[in-house]
T-cell receptor, first 115, second 114 residues
Framework: AQKITQTQPGMFVQEKEAVTLDCTYDTSDPSYGLFWYKQPSSGEMIFLIYQGSYDQQNATEGRYSLNFQKARKSANLVISASQLGDSAMYFCAMGITGGGNKLTFGTGTQLKVEL | KAGVTQTPRYLIKTRGQQVTLSCSPISGHRSVSWYQQTPGQGLQFLFEYFSETQRNKGNFPGRFSGRQFSNSRSEMNVSTLELGDSALYLC?????????????FGEGSRLTVL
């Protein structure tokens, strides 16, 4: 079974600052993928970034980067230069290679960006 | 390109009734997954359909069922509704698996059971 742990229920960050959202995972499968999704108050889940378990380099997508530390089983999301529009719920998730589109999600972190 | 469309967006039912939710995936996507989101349990996987076949199933009772049609549109049904079924039901589509890491989600159907 897979497990995702997000220990920060809520985070505050000032506009233009960087923020790190924590995510640790647990699985015995050697091949897996890690994801971050953003959920604004409207409810839609928006894909941010993906990291494969065999990827050597940390993934980056614009202002988003994923700090992947395989030995520590962590996949933290770093948002640089925060914007007011980044205020939302953020979910870390994982899927197992060959497991179809069944993802296991963490409990989420509510991020609030302040002026 | 149209996104994932879920209908209805909001609905209210009473205990014991049944409900059917619909999901139209992005054109060309053959996989449709369903998730339930509640404040207490978070996001939980319900099931996944791929080319009209159920490929994966989560740990939900048999009251929760689904199907996928030849045009990839999917429906999920919940029978004998309970108060605890009140949730946001999210549908996600992808071409096949998450090879590139992205599932495309709809805005969800928010079900309230009274």
């Amino acid at each position: 079974a897979q497990k995702i742990t997000q220990t920060q229920p809520g985070m505050f960050v000032q506009e233009k600052e960087a923020v790190t959202l924590d995510c640790t995972y647990d699985t015995s499968d050697p091949s897996y993928g890690l994801f971050w999704y953003k959920q604004p108050s409207s409810g839609e889940m928006i894909f941010l970034i993906y990291q494969g378990s065999y990827d050597q380099q940390n993934a980056t997508e614009g202002r988003y980067s994923l700090n992947f530390q395989k030995a520590r089983k962590s996949a933290n999301l770093v948002i640089s230069a925060s914007q007011l529009g980044d205020s939302a719920m953020y979910f870390c998730a994982m899927g197992i290679t060959g497991g179809g589109n069944k993802l296991t999600f963490g409990t989420g972190t509510q991020l609030k960006v302040e002026l | 390109k149209a996104g994932v469309t879920q209908t209805p967006r909001y609905l209210i039912k009473t205990r014991g009734q049944q409900v059917t939710l619909s999901c139209s995936p992005i054109s060309g996507h053959r996989s449709v997954s369903w998730y339930q989101q509640t404040p207490g349990q978070g996001l939980q996987f319900l099931f996944e359909y791929f080319s009209e076949t159920q490929r994966n199933k989560g740990n939900f009772p048999g009251r929760f069922s689904g199907r996928q049609f030849s045009n990839s549109r999917s429906e999920m049904n919940v029978s004998t509704l309970e108060l605890g079924d009140s949730a946001l039901y999210l549908c996600a589509s992808s071409p096949s698996g998450w090879n590139t890491g992205e599932l495309f989600f709809g805005e969800g159907s928010r079900l309230t059971v009274l």
